[in-house]
């Protein structure tokens, strides 16, 4: 039985039998069947997690643990609107961190609390819970970004767009002119745009 627990760069959550390079947390959106309900989400704090840490093992959807979903690669986790885990990932949650303060200009460091909130803030709208999308000049993309090209999500990736799919990127496209519908939430384009690069799926390389 496949799973609905593949997540897309549109924050869908679907069923699909590929499998990821990273798993993710919004909390429990499935039932003693394993069937999601109407909820997306339980809580604000969207982790992207690794796939083993600490020899720990799970059970898919048991009942009453938090539904994991998977994400095709990092690019992924965030543009559905996902941080990195501050204990598994605890390298990649500093880096992540580092840039954003970077981006906000502060000498502070946020708490993950604080993060999770204003990028909650920035992914979903509050009333239709529709993902937030916005535009930005196509001239002003960093790595590892998603934007909507005719409805579908493609990466921004060395000067190139990749087309994703579940299993992995399988074309390329020159980054068109003008301005762009951006899926990555804001705050994480300033992060990305301020050093914090994402691990992508290898098939990046060979998409053409």
């Not at 999601?36 to 982790?47: C, D, P, V, Y």
């Not at 090209?149 to 980054?175: N, Q, S």
Request: aromatic share 8%; with cysteine; charged share 25%.
């Amino acid at each position: 039985m496949t799973l609905q627990n593949r997540v897309t760069p549109l924050g869908e959550i679907v069923a699909d039998p590929a499998r990821g390079t990273l798993m993710g947390n919004r909390g429990i959106l499935h039932d003693d069947k394993r069937r999601l309900g109407t909820s997306r989400w339980k809580h604000k704090a969207w982790i992207a997690c690794t796939l083993q840490f600490k020899e720990r093992r799970r059970k898919l959807m048991a009942p009453g643990r938090y539904t994991e979903l998977f994400f095709l690669d990092e690019a992924t986790s965030l543009a559905a609107g996902h941080r990195p885990c501050a204990e598994c990932r605890r390298a990649d949650f500093n880096a992540f961190r580092a840039a954003w303060v970077t981006a906000n200009g502060s000498d502070d460091r946020p708490t993950a609390v604080a993060m999770d909130a204003a990028l909650h803030t920035a992914r979903v709208d509050r009333r239709s819970r529709a993902q937030i999308r916005h535009e930005r000049p196509a001239a002003d993309l960093p790595d590892g970004i998603f934007v909507l090209v005719e409805a579908e999500p493609w990466l921004v990736w060395r000067g190139r767009l990749r087309r994703w799919t579940f299993g992995g990127y399988d074309a390329t496209a020159p980054i068109p002119p003008g301005v762009v519908t951006v899926i990555t939430p804001a705050p994480t384009v300033a992060s990305l745009a301020a050093g914090y690069l994402p691990a992508v799926h290898a098939s990046v390389a060979g998409a053409h």
